[in-house]
């Protein structure tokens, strides 16, 4: 068990819906990251957040935004739903912004997102 | 990012150590080299990251080149439960995508009884 929560674990949805996926990160963690693992993709980094703020982005659609909220939990919603979004998205969280300082990442079990 | 490099699989027999290598010729002096595993469609699971010296936990050892340039990861006495994509992956020191970790296609490992 990383310490990293997720909710839902499975999403099953229609296309043109709307959904929105739930992170808690680790107790003392800043910063949350968002990843989407589908199956011909691979793992791609989506968004972080750090304390509140968006640190980095990365092949993020437009449809898709994130927040983090005080009590640090996350929030990824997914709009305009298309059958390729279906996938895994998985949240991971650390302490520190970066890597730079060698900070780990740790993944919450995911959630399993089918647009059907 | 600097890319990494890793066979696209391996088999280990139970009991015996599971050698994981990766190539990493383009890392820069600050970025660390981290390794994770998914087990099937589970998170990812960190298990050790390393900048210059080799590194030991509870789950394996780190050995990194003295150029930087390689790794491996040492699984010392492999188990079924091993079963795993593992993942090398350098980390990204600077510029837009500070916090990010960027998965290649990993190593499927496959430990055999």
């Known amino acids: 068990d990383s310490g990293v929560t997720q909710t839902p674990k499975h999403l099953i949805t229609a296309t043109g819906q709307r959904v929105t996926l739930r992170c808690s990160p680790r107790?003392?963690?800043?910063?949350v990251y968002w990843y989407q693992q589908s199956l011909d993709q691979g793992l791609q980094f989506l968004i972080q957040?750090?304390?509140?703020?968006?640190?980095a982005k990365g092949n993020i659609l437009e449809r898709f935004s994130a927040q983090q909220f005080p009590d640090l939990h996350s929030e990824l919603n997914l709009s305009s739903l298309e059958l390729g979004d279906s996938a895994l998205y998985f949240c991971?969280?650390?302490?520190?912004?970066?890597?730079?300082?060698?900070?780990?990442?740790?993944f919450g079990p995911g959630t399993r997102l089918t647009v059907l | 990012d600097a890319k990494t490099t890793q066979p696209t699989s391996m088999d280990c027999a139970e009991g015996r150590a599971a050698n994981l290598p990766c190539n990493h010729s383009?890392?820069?002096?600050?970025?660390?080299v981290y390794w994770y595993r998914q087990i099937h469609s589970q998170g990812p699971q960190y298990i050790i990251h390393?900048?210059?010296n080799n590194e030991t936990n509870e789950m394996a050892s780190l050995i990194i080149t003295e150029d930087r340039k390689s790794s491996t990861l040492i699984l010392p006495h492999a188990t079924l439960r091993d079963t795993a994509v593992y993942y090398c992956?350098?980390?990204?020191?600077?510029?837009?995508?500070?916090?990010?970790?960027?998965f290649g296609q990993g190593t499927i490992l496959t430990v055999h009884p």
């Open positions: 991971a969280s650390s302490v520190a912004p970066g890597l730079a300082i060698g900070d780990t990442q740790y």
């Open positions: 107790s003392g963690d800043l910063s």
């Open positions: 957040y750090y304390n509140g703020e968006e640190r």
């Open positions: 383009t890392i820069s002096g600050n970025e660390y």
């Open positions: 390393g900048l210059k």
């Open positions: 992956i350098v980390s990204n020191a600077g510029g837009t995508s500070y916090g990010k970790l960027t």
